[in-house]
């Protein structure tokens, strides 16, 4: 499944596009909208993004996750080394230790994570700024060429600015696109 990234310049655009991805067999569950104006898109009925797509929760969590893992297994260390308790402490104790700083760390990554913006969207925070409308429509294999053609035919006004293979892994990045002056597509960034 492929996400397409789709720069549209008004609302009335934006719902346009909603219908006809709807008219080609793509469900609202695979369409949303990042803009800053969330009301008109509850008042036109467009899906706006979640959480998980604005936010960099899961990536900064699992950042955590693995942070508290190392800060675990170094405070295991340390309690075999200095044996503050003796030394008849069962091994499931450390184990105990190794797991509640992992999920510590992911907790604490989540609340971090709450208040930075998706680094896969942060390449398209000046449009959305500037009023822009970005779509999100997720594709499966057997109908990307059908959106794209669609959204060719259709809606030529609707700029396509990335793709991404992998929006599911929160450590990849999406690649920017710009049509040049003869309508192929570049790439100006990668990460």
Not at 11 to 28: A, F, N, P, Q, Y
Not at 54 to 63: A, P
Not at 115 to 139: Q, S, T, W
Not at 152 to 179: I, K, M, Q, T, W
Request: aromatic letters at 10%; glycine letters at 10%; one cysteine or more.
């Amino acid at each position: 499944m492929k996400c397409f990234y789709y720069l549209s310049r008004t609302l009335k655009s934006t719902r346009e596009i909603s219908e006809d991805l709807h008219e080609v067999g793509i469900k609202d569950f695979y369409i949303h909208v990042v803009s800053k104006d969330e009301s008109g898109l509850r008042q036109q009925q467009i899906h706006s993004s979640n959480y998980l797509e604005t936010l960099d929760v899961v990536r900064v969590g699992i950042l955590g996750a693995a942070a508290g893992f190392v800060t675990g297994l170094i405070g295991v260390e340390l309690l075999r080394y200095f044996q503050p308790f003796g030394t008849g402490v069962p091994e499931f104790i450390y184990l105990i230790v190794v797991a509640f700083a992992t999920l510590f760390g992911a907790w604490e990554g989540g609340l971090i994570g709450i208040g930075v913006e998706n680094g896969k969207l942060a390449r398209f925070h000046e449009d959305i700024d500037a009023g822009l409308y970005l779509m999100l429509v997720y594709a499966r294999t057997q109908k990307e060429k059908l959106v794209r053609d669609m959204m060719g035919a259709r809606h030529a006004d609707a700029e396509l600015v990335g793709v991404d293979r992998y929006f599911l892994n929160p450590f990849r990045r999406v690649v920017r696109l710009s049509r040049a002056d003869d309508g192929r597509e570049n790439a100006l960034q990668k990460g």
